[in-house]
Antibody, heavy 119, light 105 residues
Framework: QVTLKESGPGILQPSQTLSLTCTFS??????????VGWIRQPSGKGLEWLAN???????YYNPSLKNRLTISKDTSNNQAFLKITNVDTADTATYYC???????????WGQGVMVTVSS | DTVLTQSPALAVSPGERVSISCRAS??????MHWYQQKPGQQPKLLIY???NLASGVPARFSGSGSGTDFTLTIDPVEADDTATYFC????????FGAGTKLELK
């Protein structure tokens, strides 16, 4: 059974760095073809892809946010991480992590974690 | 960026057939996927690579298309299908459509 769960700070101030953790089970990021992606959704709005990390440590970023994003993983502990630097109110959203495979669709999603950026 | 355009909303009666469209600004081969999202829940994969039904998804859902024009069809629609439906392409990075809100009459 594949499960993913996101965790984060809840609230942070503008200009700070947002650190998110995705803890998963039922698959391994050391398995060929496996990956984890991060997607966010402001309240009442659409989905925005942020970044993917793959089993071989390949990383892909949304070009519009690339300068602010860092994705990483801890294979032994079944975790993936995302850092977003210099946040502002536009980064307020629910952040999801999801499993991704070779055809590059997100087949299992976490429940999401709400992040609010406010002074 | 590959922009995906969806109609914003549709209203149908239970038992009817509904088609939800997604048009890409450039060709995405068949790397188009569809998700259902109900209020307060995470998205759920319905269709992958244009026409493949995801595991556990009822056969009332189907997908078609290639290149730039894709369609998600629900036939027949049930009350539980009230949700927002998003398309997503993975041919050129990843982008999502803005979503189509499906309401039942």
């Amino acid at each position: 059974q594949v499960t993913l769960k996101e965790s984060g700070p809840g609230i942070l101030q503008p200009s700070q760095t947002l650190s998110l953790t995705c803890t998963f089970s039922g698959f391994s990021l050391s398995t060929y073809g496996m990956g984890v992606g991060w997607i966010r959704q402001p309240s009442g709005k659409g989905l925005e892809w942020l970044a993917n990390i793959w089993w071989d440590d390949d990383k892909y970023y949304n070009p519009s946010l690339k300068n602010r994003l860092t994705i990483s993983k801890d294979t032994s502990n079944n975790q993936a991480f995302l850092k977003i630097t210099n946040v502002d109110t536009a980064d307020t959203a629910t952040y999801y992590c999801a499993r991704i495979g070779g055809l590059r669709y997100f087949d299992y999603w976490g429940q999401g974690v709400m992040v609010t950026v406010s002074s | 960026d590959t922009v995906l355009t969806q109609s914003p909303a549709l209203a149908v009666s239970p038992g009817e057939r509904v088609s939800i469209s997604c048009r890409a600004s450039e060709g995405v081969n068949s790397y188009m996927h569809w998700y259902q999202q109900k209020p307060g829940q995470q998205p759920k994969l319905l269709i992958y690579k244009a026409s493949n039904l995801a595991s556990g998804v009822p056969a009332r859902f189907s997908g078609s298309g290639s290149g730039t024009d894709f369609t998600l069809t629900i036939d027949p629609v049930e009350a539980d299908d009230t949700a927002t439906y998003f398309c997503q392409q993975s041919w050129n990075d990843h982008t999502f459509g803005a979503g189509t809100k499906l309401e039942l009459k």
